[in-house]
């Protein structure tokens, strides 16, 4: 990161008194943004201006070991150093400190394998070593604990939000889904899972820092239990009672997506039946209480984050999309839905901006060019 962005987030704290990271008070939910293509790559004075305007307290993004945008390049020498060389954190070094001189909280979800830890493999495919991961996280919390000097000599913000992974119940982010074992379909997504919740969370939690939490799960809010599919996925309480089953052992918080599945499904409305009458597997927002009732079953009353919702809108979407009056409803009913229990501690929406390409989403609380929505009014002025 170069030196005239720290000059100013330093500067810009200072003038606003504020600390960094900052000591906000900590509201029953916390409201936020997850939009990574603004968070990342958009202009980062205007982005985060706008995430105060809109009274943000919470900004996610995923934070990747591997990949693209992968903080590890080539196998460290020691993956628990922060400093090690194979390591590059300018992209996450710059947004904890425009974060930290807005006062938002940031949320870094640990996901993506770097093809030195997987045998060469693409980034959804899960480390051969778990306690690679288990270094990582370790060196990722260690970096922004609000203590470590950066390279320039100045303080690092403190991050305390994490989250293992993103919607490992999907094949886009971890595969495989299912394998055959002993003549019969394994969860092997959720086997997985269990060892990367299990790393993430040690890892995190053996820096010792005060009030780290991590959460675990993330989960989508659908899938078809069908290993035999094109493209099989998990639903999400089967997913989690598999990965308890496999060994997932704690957590500070279960994260989970409820997205809706139709356009014209409202935030009160559950998911249909099978076409066979079935009960159906979706967890959207309408029937979390499924989700939750699990949870409590198998780890006893943990609270969750709802680390992903949003309506996408008509237009762009003439598919999926609900007119622009109906998205800025639904987001102010999901809120305030949320708000009611006092499970949920965290509730983001999925985007600030409309994705440029069509194929991608359209839930924004502004149009591609920068037209605001109704719904960037209602965002901001929910209840905080």
């Not at 969370?201 to 094109?230: D, L, Q």
């Not at 809706?260 to 979390?288: D, F, H, I, M, Q």
Request: charged share 20%; net charge positive; glycine share 8%.
């Amino acid at each position: 990161m170069c030196n005239r962005v720290w000059v100013w987030a330093a500067s810009l704290a200072a003038a606003a008194g504020l600390a960094v990271p900052a000591a906000t008070a900590s509201p029953r939910m916390y409201t936020g943004i997850y939009d990574e293509g603004a968070t990342f790559f958009d202009d980062a004075t205007q982005t985060f201006a706008r995430y105060k305007a809109l009274h943000t307290q919470v900004v996610r993004v995923n934070l990747y070991w591997g990949g693209k945008l992968g903080v590890s390049k080539y196998r460290p020498f020691d993956g628990a150093d922060p400093r090690d060389a194979s390591y590059n954190w300018s992209l996450y070094d710059r947004v904890a400190t425009y974060a930290g001189a807005y006062g938002i909280k940031m949320l870094f979800s640990i996901t993506g394998t770097p093809r030195w830890a997987n045998g060469g493999q693409s980034s959804n495919r899960p480390p051969k070593n778990f306690n690679d991961l288990y270094r990582f996280a370790y060196a990722a919390a260690a970096r922004y604990s609000g203590t470590y000097v950066g390279e320039d000599g100045r303080t690092l913000p403190s991050v305390r939000l994490w989250a293992a992974w993103n919607e490992p119940n999907n094949p886009v982010f971890l595969r495989p889904q299912f394998v055959k074992r002993g003549g019969k379909w394994v969860i092997q997504s959720a086997v997985d899972y269990a060892h990367i919740c299990n790393a993430v969370y040690n890892g995190i939690h053996a820096t010792m820092f005060s009030g780290e939490k991590v959460a675990c799960g993330v989960t989508a809010p659908r899938g078809n239990n069908n290993p035999r599919s094109a493209r099989p996925s998990v639903s999400p309480v089967a997913f989690l009672v598999a990965a308890k089953k496999a060994g997932m052992r704690t957590f500070d918080a279960y994260a989970h997506n409820p997205y809706y599945g139709t356009p014209t499904e409202t935030p009160t409305t559950k998911p249909p039946r099978t076409g066979s009458g079935a009960t159906p597997t979706a967890v959207t927002l309408a029937n979390l209480d499924v989700l939750l009732e699990e949870l409590g079953r198998l780890y006893g009353p943990r609270h969750l984050w709802i680390t992903e919702y949003g309506y996408q809108t008509k237009p762009p979407d003439s598919v999926f999309g609900v007119s622009w009056a109906l998205q800025a409803r639904y987001l102010t009913q999901a809120f305030a839905i949320a708000r009611k229990n006092p499970r949920i501690d965290m509730m983001l929406w999925f985007l600030v901006k409309d994705q440029p390409d069509l194929s991608g989403w359209q839930s924004g609380l502004m149009t591609v060019d920068g037209r605001r929505k109704p719904a960037f009014a209602a965002f901001e002025h929910l209840p905080r």
